[in-house]
């Protein structure tokens, strides 16, 4: 069963509309960061898969990922897809070029049967301005934490889906009111910025961005404080997956003072 990939940028559809009126049946979130496997469940899935049709919407156009139960080999991140056994479509190694609005529809006999199932991938993504330079205790640090989101508008995710994003330190707890950082956030545009000036022993530490859902956690991503004589690189949290980020060689005549940070996802 080899699963031949080509790249092509043909077959764009336009498919599942963004807004179906009051009609619209029950929408899914689903949240990710860098790395993670996700998957996207078909809730209008008939008997068997032969029926289902995925695709994914982002900048008016719709593509189709999956038609009738078989992959479409055809697009460009198809190595990454597969078709669940319940229809559902999964994921792997999510990256930020993944959000957007996913479609299962169902089709017997060339008509649709039922409503859409519409899955809403949000993408989590932590920078810092600061990664690229040489940090030390003294020097001040941005973290910024954001939610790539599609189709609906951040104040919405806030007020009706009950999103919040938050960040938490190494022990797990809330640094939202500790004087040490100063925390601003966007409800409009769903970013919250993390800066504080480093201490002495914040090297290993680490600062968690946190999605959460009516207070469920929903996904993380995680900052550490590195000691820059190390390699930077990414760490990865409760998936198997290798690391794809360039690694920075650092100097061998670096200072050992030098600190870097690093970040990854869970
Ligand atoms: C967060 O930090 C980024 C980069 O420093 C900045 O562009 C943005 O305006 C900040 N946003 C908020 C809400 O503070």
């Known amino acids: 069963m080899a699963d031949q990939c080509h790249m092509c940028l043909l077959g764009l559809i336009i498919l599942c509309p963004l807004l179906t009126g009051k009609s619209e049946a029950e929408v899914i979130h689903v949240f990710s960061s860098s790395g993670e496997n996700v998957r996207l469940p078909c809730n209008n899935a008939l008997s068997d898969c032969s029926s289902t049709t995925w695709n994914y919407n982002r900048h008016s156009v719709a593509v189709e990922l999956i038609t009738l139960g078989i992959k479409k080999n055809n697009i460009e991140r198809c190595e990454r897809l597969s078709l669940g056994s319940d229809c559902s479509l999964n994921i792997k190694k999510v990256t930020q070029e993944d959000y957007g609005l996913y479609c299962c529809r169902q089709f017997v006999n060339g008509k649709q049967q039922g409503t859409d199932a519409r899955v809403y991938l949000h993408f989590l993504h932590v920078s810092s301005s600061s990664s690229q330079t040489e940090i030390r205790p003294g020097s001040s640090v941005t973290l910024s934490c954001q939610l790539y989101y599609y189709g609906v508008s951040c104040d919405s995710l806030v007020r009706t889906d009950g999103i919040q994003l938050f960040w938490v330190n190494q022990a797990d707890v809330s640094v939202m009111t500790d ?66 980020t360039e690694k920075t060689q650092i100097p061998d005549t670096a200072p050992k003072s030098l600190w870097m940070l690093d970040h990854y996802s869970e």
Do not use: M, P
């Not at 000691?227 to 990865?236: A, H, L, P, Y």
């Open 179 to 244: 004087s040490r950082y100063q925390i601003s956030s966007s409800s409009t545009d769903c970013i919250s910025n993390l800066t504080t000036t480093l201490l002495n022993e914040d090297l290993n530490r680490e600062w968690r961005c946190l999605v959460t859902q009516r207070n469920q956690l929903k996904t993380s991503a995680t900052f550490t404080v590195k000691d820059s004589v190390s390699i930077f690189e990414f760490t990865q949290h409760g998936t198997s997956v290798a690391s794809t």
